[in-house]
Nanobody
Framework: QVQLVESGGGLVQPGGSLRLSCAASGTIFSINVMAWYRQAPGKERELVAGIISDGNTNYAESVKGRFTISRDNAKNTVYLQMNSLKPEDTAVYYC???????????????WGQGTQVTVSS
């Protein structure tokens, strides 16, 4: 069993900042990818940022230069620092991982429960 627990969402004014955290726990051998997705009302879920085990990152064009993803491999935790937030960043943010529970086992995807981020004055 693997659990992803997210924290850090909330209400912030335009131009403000928030930091999301997501900790993975359970039977984990290795984590290949940790990522953040978001889903706004009436829209499809989209990738916001991802980071692989060697530290390489990728970002959606809409958040480049404003959001930073990082990870602490020792803690199986991924962070999303969000600066210069805009109303269009309002969404439920989901943490996701691709990991192996055991050596030589399959790679499986896991999702967090989601955390609401609302950017409004």
């Amino acid at each position: 069993q693997v659990q992803l627990v997210e924290s850090g969402g909330g209400l912030v004014q335009p131009g403000g900042s928030l930091r999301l955290s997501c900790a993975a726990s359970g039977t984990i051998f290795s984590i290949n990818v940790m990522a953040w997705y978001r889903q706004a009302p009436g829209k499809e879920r989209e990738l916001v940022a991802g980071i692989i085990s060697d530290g390489n990152t990728n970002y959606a064009e809409s958040v480049k230069g404003r959001f930073t993803i990082s990870r602490d491999n020792a803690k199986n935790t991924v962070y999303l620092q969000m600066n210069s937030l805009k109303p269009e960043d309002t969404a439920v943010y989901y943490c996701a991982t691709l990991l192996r529970a055991t050596r030589g086992g399959p790679t499986t995807r896991h999702w967090g429960q989601g955390t609401q981020v609302t950017v409004s004055s």
